[in-house]
């Protein structure tokens, strides 16, 4: 069946580095795209959306890249701080005759080092 | 505030018992959903519901039942048919007027079994 996976399970970075997520899609009639950060014990926080008419879009320290043609979605955060350490996913929705669906990956865990 | 309230945030099972797991929310959105959530896993969903009265199953329906009298609530029964509960529940609504709207979370009920 169709599926959304993230290639690096854990990933480290210096504080105010740079850090990149990836997540990989594999259903061509996803037309939207959701980044969630879950913090422990907590339930998943929206972050930034995209929908599959888009490449790019921004918010604020967040950007999100859409390569359609490689079913590839990345979550870029500038500047990483502490507070950034969560597990980080991806959810693609597909429009279905009982309504919006959404489909997450595993997860992503990023730590922040000091 | 507006938000997705879950109660209670733990929750115990003996055998051959049914529980309930609450989900209110004040956001006034018509569709909710409940996931399933186990360690090291993304999200699965088990119920859904676009409007009053109405729902559909998800992907792991089986041993769970719902029920959805009210707009602000969707209620969630672990059943003893269902043999491996252990998890943490997550409830979540969205706004139905636009189409491409995020779902937003509550922050979980986790079920343990005594």
């Known amino acids: 069946g169709e599926s959304v996976g993230l290639h690096l399970p854990t990933l480290s970075v210096q504080e105010g580095d740079n850090s990149i997520i990836n997540c990989a899609y594999s259903n061509s009639a996803s037309d939207y795209f959701i980044w969630y950060k879950q913090e422990s014990g907590k339930g998943p926080q929206f972050i930034i959306d995209?929908?599959?008419?888009?490449d790019k879009r921004q918010g604020q320290r967040v950007t999100v890249l859409l390569n359609k043609t490689v079913k590839h979605l990345s979550l870029q955060i500038a500047a990483t701080q502490p507070g950034d350490s969560a597990v980080y996913f991806c959810a693609e929705n597909i429009l279905t005759g009982g309504g919006n669906k959404l489909t997450f990956g595993t997860g992503t865990q990023l730590k922040v080092e000091l | 505030d507006g938000g997705i309230t879950q109660s209670p945030k733990y929750l115990f099972r003996k055998e051959g018992q049914n529980v309930t797991l609450s989900c209110e929310q004040n956001?006034?959105?018509?569709?909710m959903y409940w996931y399933r959530q186990d360690p090291g896993q993304g999200l699965r969903l088990i119920y859904y519901?676009?409007?009053?009265?109405?729902?559909q199953k998800g992907d792991i329906a089986e041993g769970y039942s719902v029920s959805r009298e009210k707009k602000e609530s969707f209620p969630l029964t672990v059943t003893s048919a269902q043999k491996n509960p252990t998890a943490f529940y997550l409830c979540?609504?969205?706004?139905?007027?636009?189409?491409?709207?995020?779902?937003?979370f509550g922050d979980g009920t986790r079920l343990s079994i005594l």
């Open positions: 979540a609504s969205r706004e139905t007027e636009k189409v491409y709207q995020p779902q937003h």
């Open positions: 956001l006034n959105h018509d569709a």
């Open positions: 995209i929908r599959s008419n888009m």
């Open positions: 519901s676009q409007i009053v009265n109405d729902f």
